[in-house]
């Protein structure tokens, strides 16, 4: 089978013929013509048969969609405006009035603002569940349970729980799963196949504002699938709610994604070099980071991603994302000093893209029991070098003095 980073460059898909290049084509539309009535009542928005109007695709976002599939091992793609839409999106589908889903604690924080939110307000519950226990997961399933939310490593605190056990805990209760998929990119490991072929979540979705854009400029999200009729109704939802993507958008992700194998690697690379250093400096109580064997949650990185195991972080895949936990003597306050006092580490949100980035947490507001009393940082490595961001952080910690 070709590697799906291959296929991220060589995609088998090709639109309608006319136009032959190694790049595909930018096409802009929201009325798409139709050669007579017969055609136009003959229209099928659900396949890639043809085109129908904007909103439902176009050959750009038809691409797109069809590489952002195989590069998460599934069969459908669809494209929304953000990450937390296809999170939106995969709840508004799937889930209806008296329904339960079942979140991770350690979720993407939006994620969980909504089920608080509207899905509260439209009489769907929800209730966090442990990441780490696949028996609290177990224990939690009941009767109304439709929908089970799955996300490795954990949101901020990087613990990597037992995925595949946890997967397995869905299938054999007959829940579906859907796993946000942002940090693995499609590349640390493969979401529908968790514990062997099939075995795994049946929706995977990424914020594509992340590693695939890897440009820090462009918002979108997409809902991967492998079962047709779980597709179709996704698609139906889509088709109703009306989100759109920006073709200027889906172009630039088109162009980001052949050196997005690369690009991940060079995250990798570069965060666990700092995160090795930095969480052997005595300012630091703890580091977490799925590759370093303390962080909670090793073994199941290492098992699922392929960490050899020889060394801290020698092999497998993980992104450019580190959190540390600061001391329990050094303030707030004092953190963040430490936070203000970086140069090259901007403060911001999100990550992916070519600028480091750091943000200050407050856990305990976060998390049902954080065991940890010091403040927690985060750290998103860019592509800036090493030894640059190395020296960044070792005069900002001057602040903790
Ligand atoms: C960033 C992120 C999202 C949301 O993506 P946006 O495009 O910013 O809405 C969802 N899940 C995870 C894990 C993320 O990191």
């Given at each position: 089978?070709?590697?799906?980073v291959?296929h991220l460059?060589?995609?088998?898909?090709?639109?309608?013929p006319g136009?032959?290049?190694?790049?595909p084509?930018v096409f802009k539309a929201?009325?798409?013509?139709f050669a007579n009535?017969?055609?136009m009542?003959?229209r099928?928005w659900?396949?890639?048969?043809?085109y129908t109007?904007g909103?439902?695709?176009?050959?750009?976002?038809?691409?797109l969609e069809?590489?952002?599939?195989?590069?998460?091992?599934?069969?459908?793609?669809?494209?929304?405006?953000?990450?937390l839409a296809a999170?939106t999106?995969v709840?508004m589908?799937l889930l209806r009035?008296?329904?339960?889903?079942l979140i991770p604690d350690n979720?993407?924080?939006p994620?969980?603002?909504?089920?608080e939110g509207?899905l509260a307000a439209?009489g769907?519950?929800?209730?966090?569940?442990?990441?780490?226990?696949p028996?609290?997961?177990a224990a939690?399933?009941g009767?109304?349970?439709?929908?089970?939310w799955?996300?490795?490593?954990g949101?901020?605190s990087m613990?990597?729980?037992?995925l595949?056990?946890?997967?397995?805990?869905c299938?054999?209760?007959g829940?579906?799963?859907?796993l946000?998929?942002?940090?693995?990119a499609?590349?640390?490991?493969n979401?529908?196949?968790?514990g062997g072929?099939g075995a795994g979540a049946d929706?995977?979705v990424q914020?594509?504002?992340?590693y695939?854009s890897g440009?820090?400029?462009?918002?979108?999200?997409?809902i991967?699938?492998r079962?047709?009729a779980?597709?179709?109704?996704?698609k139906l939802c889509?088709?109703?709610?009306?989100?759109?993507v920006g073709?200027?958008?889906v172009?630039a992700?088109?162009r980001?994604?052949p050196?997005?194998?690369?690009r991940?690697r060079?995250?990798?690379q570069a965060?666990?070099?700092?995160a090795g250093w930095?969480g052997g400096r005595p300012e630091?109580?703890?580091l977490?980071h799925?590759?370093?064997?303390?962080?909670p949650?090793h073994a199941h990185?290492?098992?699922?991603c392929?960490?050899?195991g020889?060394?801290?972080?020698?092999?497998?895949s993980?992104?450019g994302?580190?959190?540390v936990v600061?001391?329990?003597?050094?303030?707030?306050?004092?953190?963040?000093a430490?936070?203000?006092r970086l140069?090259?580490?901007?403060?911001?949100y999100?990550?992916?893209?070519p600028?480091?980035?750091?943000?200050?947490?407050?856990m305990?507001?976060?998390?049902r029991?954080?065991?940890h009393k010091?403040t927690?940082?985060r750290?998103?490595?860019?592509?800036?070098?090493?030894?640059?961001?190395?020296?960044d952080l070792?005069?900002?910690l001057?602040a903790l003095?």
């Open positions: 089978m070709t590697d799906p291959t460059i060589h995609h088998p898909y090709t639109p309608p136009f032959a290049a190694p790049q084509g929201s009325t798409v013509i009535v017969a055609a009542r003959a099928d659900k396949t890639k048969a043809g109007y909103l439902h695709g176009t050959p750009t976002t038809f691409v069809e590489r952002i599939a195989a590069l998460e091992g599934g069969h459908h793609c669809i494209l929304v405006p953000s990450g999170i999106h709840n589908a009035a008296g329904d339960e889903v979720a993407y924080g994620g969980k603002a909504l089920a509207e439209w769907i519950s929800h209730q966090v569940y442990d990441a780490m226990d028996a609290d997961l939690r399933i009767p109304q349970t439709r929908l089970v799955l996300e490795a490593p949101s901020v613990e990597f729980p037992p595949v056990q946890l997967a397995q805990v299938r054999e209760r829940v579906t799963s859907a946000d998929n942002t940090w693995g499609g590349l640390a490991f979401g529908f196949d968790l072929p929706i995977v914020a594509l504002t992340k695939p440009g820090g400029d462009v918002l979108m999200g997409s991967v699938s079962d047709d779980l597709h179709l109704k996704l889509h088709m109703r709610v009306g989100w759109g073709v200027n958008d172009e992700v088109l980001s994604l050196s997005m194998a690369l991940y060079a995250h990798d965060a666990r070099a700092l930095l630091v109580a703890q977490l799925p590759a370093f064997a303390g962080s949650g990185w290492q098992a699922l392929g960490g050899d020889q060394a801290d972080g020698a092999r497998g993980a992104a994302l580190f959190s600061f001391q329990e003597r050094h303030t707030p306050a004092q953190v963040d430490f936070c203000d140069r090259l580490f901007k403060l911001g999100s990550w992916g893209g600028i480091s980035l750091v943000v200050p947490y407050e305990a507001a976060m998390r029991n954080w065991p010091g927690l940082v750290f998103s490595v860019g592509l800036e070098a090493v030894q640059d961001l190395r020296a070792e005069q900002a001057q003095a």
